[in-house]
């Protein structure tokens, strides 16, 4: 009688098996190796675990990679190094880009997942499709809005939608309230909502339409809708494109302006006051730089941003992308008080130079003669016309130019963007971003507020858009509404402690920190190594001769080996706070 060699996983396989014909075959075999139609690979044989070979899912026409039936839709099954067919489960997936196919457990280069009329709803950690059904068992529920499409066993979003569903930021401390939460003008709301107050005072977080924000797939989050040229559109916040708007029903470029090859629309021409031509050479425009404090608050250039803390990375050959022709001009150091023109030119800005903070980029024009003002891009609005011109029915869309040289009038010229809240890049204008919200490029992703003065024990750094979510680079945690990189002022005075999440472990007292780590009395985060003070009290990191330590609670302390004294202090924040309470009210009833 052939013994029976079973398999207690989550599938189990009879096999007459002959040991005395196989059993030098399985110990030379290779572990999960495909052999005439069966897995060797170790497993239960008759209630041990011993290697064996078991009658593999898989048929000899599917090893060779090529099996229609396993990877439909053309794609083909991946095979290992050694040859051997690439397997995949829930808790191991497959390599490189390709997709584990839920219904045989086999990776393809290739497989179809969602009905064309649906849309595959995609881990936006790992990148790939989310798994709800595999080898026909149990159905797994996908995340919210998603269903489970049984045919392939993979999640799916019905209808068609622009994005796919993606988790919430992670909370932080202190986080601004969602969309549907009472707010506060101040603080303003997370997500991409704006804080709406109504008739009687009561302000909630809403979806400000006006602006082209609409609700996002997850329910939650608020999106801009961003139509590209000739796309359909409702207003002009939909259109993407610098010196676009919507009209008559699409996205198109701004009088004066001509669609380029980018997706983008460029200027018909390059205008200077009194009809001159812009300096040219070699048939290229020459940009220039201009400083801001040269200009007067009646000539200021008003560009799209008006927040200070909202820089973006836009080097002279992204401008060159912008306006076509234009030759990158040589900058020099204003120390003269003028902009970089040669003689007998000047600078006309057209935006603000996000490269170089507090200086505006344009051309050169040479000095005029007449005071008639003219856009140095586009056309003019309609209200703002001759003799007079002027800026007093400006509208949003566009700014108020005045030549600083040649005229004192203003006009009203258009903008390349029209919400005050996008970023310009690259010809496309972009949503401005926070800390755990979603983005496309790393210039989207801005501090709520401006960065503090510099601190003696933290480093800023700018956040980037990873895996399209604004986060902090690597080494650096989210503290305090910026991206830092503390360090420790006390003990062995290396980085801080960060919990499984990769966040600084907070604290008031040293008992908030684990073992071997004391509270850093500078930074409030634990910090390795052992404290030097008497009980109650913490090191400040400083070092005393006398008792010349700063702080009024502190206390010169000689060390136990008594080669170094040390300034120490309060451990628990909260207790000398009570202290000092104490000391007030027992000095002013003495002086009673």
Known sequence: MPELLEEDAHTRFSVDVDFSAKKERVE?????????????????????QKSGCFLSQVPKSAIGGTSEDFCPGGGALVLSPTGTLTIC???EDCPSTHVCNPVHGVCCTKLPTCPKTKKTMVNFITGKPIMCQFKQGRIMPCPENGFCETTTGFCCVPGVVEELATPPPRPVENERPWRGQQCSPSTGCSGGAACICGARGNCMC????????TLASDGKTCQRVRRRLKEKCKTDMECSAAFSEC??????????????GDGGCE???YRCVNKAAPLKRDEKLVTCSLKNSLLSVSSSFRSLKKSSGNETDINDEEFEQLMRGIQNGTHHDFGNGRDNCPEEHYCVPVFDDAAKPGYYKGFCCPSPSEIRPTCPVGEPHDSSYPPDYGCSRCPVD???HRDAVATEKTICCPKPCVSLEDIYHEGQCFSMAYYGDSCHISSQCVYSKSPDAAEEYAEVAKMECVRSICSCPAGFSYADGQCKRIMCSIGLRGEPSIDKSGQLIRCERSSDCSMGHMCDPNTHVCCKGT?????????TGEQCTDDNCRGINEICHRTKNGKAKICCTYDDVSMMAMRDSLNTTSSASSSV
């Open 28 to 48: 030379k075999i290779p572990v999960r190796t495909i052999y005439n139609g069966e897995e060797c690979r170790p497993g239960n044989v008759n209630g041990r």
């Open 247 to 260: 009209s008559s029903g699409g996205c198109r470029c701004k009088r004066g302006f001509k669609r380029n």
């Open 206 to 213: 809403e979806c400000a339409t006006d602006f082209g924000y």
């Open 267 to 269: 200027p018909i021409e």
């Open 398 to 400: 566009y700014y108020c």
């Open 89 to 91: 489960d829930l808790t």
């Open 531 to 539: 404290n030097r003070c008497p009980k109650d009290y913490v090191e």
